[in-house]
């Protein structure tokens, strides 16, 4: 399901020329030159349950519940004329249909600028094109959002982790067979590391032993009686 932000440059009424003045005020008052409506742009619906198709707009004016206007259509495709169910002047207006009869609720929030809906017991006929087209004077741009339903009667087949299992306990198993390895060789160098220090040590003391043998030796033969 993807996210996205639409902008429209499309106007509820034809727009008047502003003056370079007025322009200049404009800009420095409302920096965006459009309204935003934040929208899925594609949604895929469970036949039989219940989803909310959301639609949120920014505008840099404060929203007057007196002049704020909505309208949410449907066609089947983007080819087709457009369906309005739902519409805002001075009030939610759900607009009964033969489509949707009264599946339809307004679940949004005006103060937060939400104008989601729900739509409950989907049906395969349900599926197509939603527009959540909105107007906040004194902003001339009309906010336009357009989300793609598509109904599907069976949820897709959850992933196979096996795979994914398996190999991560292939990597695992690696790598305790590298750490098990450098463990080994460092202790084999430990070892050949004190056996080595160990045939010095007794080197050493086979040497202090010799140089001390050595003058006894010596001592012993200067008092050996002369042959008569």
Request: aromatic share 8%.
């Amino acid at each position: 399901m993807h996210f996205t932000l639409q902008k429209r440059n499309k106007t509820w009424m034809p727009a008047t020329n502003l003056s370079i003045v007025g322009l200049v005020v404009y800009i420095l008052a409302c920096p965006a030159s459009s309204m935003d409506v934040l929208v899925h742009n594609q949604i895929n619906v469970l036949n039989g349950t219940m989803v909310r198709i959301q639609c949120i707009f920014t505008s840099c004016y404060k929203m007057d519940v007196n002049k704020f206007a909505m309208n949410w259509t449907y066609q089947e495709n983007t080819n087709e004329t457009e369906e309005m169910f739902m519409t805002y002047k001075k009030g939610m207006m759900p607009l009964r249909t033969d489509r949707f009869s009264d599946r339809v609720q307004f679940v949004g929030n005006l103060e937060k600028n939400d104008l989601s809906i729900t739509l409950s017991d989907v049906q395969l006929s349900d599926e197509g094109v939603y527009n959540c087209y909105v107007r906040n004077p004194p902003d001339r741009i009309q906010g336009h959002g357009i989300i793609n339903m598509f109904v599907v009667t069976e949820l897709p087949p959850p992933r196979d982790s096996t795979i994914a299992v398996a190999i991560g306990a292939s990597v695992g198993g690696a790598l305790a067979l590298l750490i098990l390895s450098m463990v080994v060789v460092k202790c084999i160098r430990r070892h050949k590391k004190q056996e080595l220090i160990s045939d010095e040590q007794k080197m050493e003391e086979e040497g202090k032993l010799d140089a001390e043998g050595g003058p006894e030796e010596g001592t012993k033969k200067a008092f050996l009686p002369e042959d008569v």
